[in-house]
């Protein structure tokens, strides 16, 4: 299982697959989650220089580009492609961070 820090949403991924010569013979073998820190000033702020989280197992052998939301967003969802009962990509469902002001903040 893969868990991030509280505090901390993901923002980005990458995965890692076999080496196959015939790229449709590669097999999920890892992923690593970057993660972002909300705060009020920027909405968003990120670190992608390491991945938070990282999973891999055997025959984990290349490490693909880090795929992320863009800049304010977060990842509230992964979108799975697969062709003939084989996996053959990852993406992410990105959702705009919006701050709003408190729901137990009083004007009177």
Same mark, same amino acid.
Request: aromatic content about 8%; charged content about 15%; some cysteine.
């Given at each position: 299982? *893969? ?9 980005? !991924?990458? *995965?890692? $697959? $076999? ?7 590669? =097999? ?8 972002? $820190?909300?705060?009020?000033? %920027?909405?968003? *702020? =990120?670190? !992608? ?5 990282? *999973?891999?197992? $055997?025959?984990? =052998? ?11 967003? !977060?990842?509230?969802?992964?979108? !799975? ?5 084989? &996996? =053959? ?13 408190? %729901? &137990? &903040?009083?004007?009177?």
């Amino acid at each position: 299982m *893969v868990s991030l820090p509280a505090g901390q949403y993901v923002h980005g !991924i990458s *995965v890692c $697959t $076999t080496n196959k010569k015939q790229s449709s013979k590669n =097999r999920l073998k890892g992923i690593a989650l970057y993660a972002a $820190t909300l705060s009020t000033s %920027p909405p968003l *702020v =990120r670190s !992608i220089n390491a991945a938070a989280e990282k *999973v891999q197992h $055997t025959n984990c =052998r290349k490490w693909h580009q880090y795929v992320g939301c863009p800049n304010g967003y !977060i990842a509230t969802g992964l979108q !799975i492609y697969s062709q003939d009962d084989s &996996f =053959r990509g990852l993406g992410l469902k990105c959702r705009k961070v919006e701050l709003s002001p408190s %729901p &137990f &903040f009083s004007t009177e």
